[in-house]
């Protein structure tokens, strides 16, 4: 484990109810981290504030010594995002397999030679796209998958917190990328994954700290449109979607997920049509560590989360930067 701060600390209380799988080595800076205390470890979920076991792992304070030094199958990255490509080329050179947190890299370079990489030392690379793996998306996939319900005719994706200064470097637009590269890459990477690329963009900012209002236009005339980001201390964390389809819609809502079928409205559908959804249970952070864990055995290639997806989300993210940056200028997107 290559970071205990936020994320880090929610990897590995996952790992910890995991079968077969072993915290054996991790890095972080600080001593207490180190120790399993991990009650500093910040974040807009209140997932932090857990004890880890740690007694069994090696302890570095620097994660490249970790990574040449420690005897390890994978290695699962959860560092500043300026890292993400250095430790990612270390690891793979080391023939270890990777889980990086997204966003993948800062630069569609980065993303190339971590892909190269992959490639020559035959080991699995999957970047941390959790909502892949997420209950309420995973539904929202299957919805449109369903047939009969006609072309989606909008879609809307929402993601904001308050500006993360319980970090150290998460503000720092020069390491994270800022709220696009950091936030609401996951929107991003959920839109390529429904949608595909879109044709052209645009963008514009929501005001203060770190926003944007996208739209991602399609030839076939659908717009899908992603908006949140960083603002004011205060701000809670919430995130949700909305997919309209001919003859349905399904919408996440104040962390409810429900469905209007529009067939059903003469029969007489309480809530003003809108039904509640039935959501396996399970948690997406276990869900993601557990399938890279599985493909690590098999040698196989991460298919739901493929790291090429992943690179493509990046180049979207800063491509949308450039089109808030020109503000309301349609740029055309070639991926």
Not at 81 to 104: D, I, N, Q, S, Y
Not at 136 to 149: K, M
Not at 261 to 278: D, H, K, T
Request: aromatic content about 6%.
């Amino acid at each position: 484990m290559a970071g205990l701060g936020f994320m880090g600390a929610t990897h590995v209380q996952a790992i910890a109810s995991m079968p077969g799988v072993e915290v054996a080595a991790v890095s972080a800076r600080e001593e207490k981290a180190l120790s399993g205390d991990l009650s500093e470890a910040g974040g807009n979920l209140g997932r932090g504030g857990a004890a880890a076991d740690f007694s069994r792992a090696q302890k570095f304070s620097d994660w490249r010594s970790m990574i040449s030094e420690s005897d390890v199958d994978a290695v699962d990255i959860c560092l500043p995002t300026e890292f993400h490509c250095e430790a990612t080329l270390a690891a793979l050179a080391r023939g270890k397999h990777v889980l990086v947190e997204k966003p993948m890299a800062l630069t569609a370079v980065e993303c190339a030679e971590m892909l190269a990489a992959a490639g020559r030392a035959g080991k699995t690379l999957m970047v941390a796209h959790v909502l892949r793996f997420w209950p309420e998306y995973l539904e929202l996939r299957r919805f449109l998958d369903e047939t009969g319900l006609g072309a989606v005719k909008r879609a809307r994706f929402e993601r904001r917190c308050a500006l993360p200064d319980w970090s150290h470097w998460l503000p720092d637009e020069k390491r994270s990328g800022g709220a696009v590269m950091d936030l609401l890459i996951h929107d991003v990477d959920q839109a390529l994954a429904l949608f595909g690329p879109p044709d052209e963009v645009e963008c514009r900012s929501l005001g203060p700290v770190d926003s944007m209002d996208a739209a991602l236009h399609y030839a076939n005339g659908v717009d899908v449109e992603l908006l949140g980001g960083w603002y004011p201390s205060g701000t809670n964390f919430s995130m949700g979607f909305e997919i309209e389809r001919a003859r349905g819609t399904m919408k996440l809502e104040d962390g409810r997920l429900q469905v209007r079928r529009e067939l059903r409205e003469s029969q007489g559908v309480a809530n003003n049509g809108w039904e509640p959804v039935q959501v396996a249970e399970g948690d997406g952070y276990r869900n993601e560590i557990a399938y890279f864990i599985q493909c690590c055995r098999e040698g196989a290639s991460p298919a739901r989360c493929l790291p090429e997806d992943s690179a493509r989300a990046v180049r979207l993210a800063l491509l949308l930067k450039q089109a808030r940056h020109e503000a309301g200028k349609r740029l055309p997107c070639r991926m």
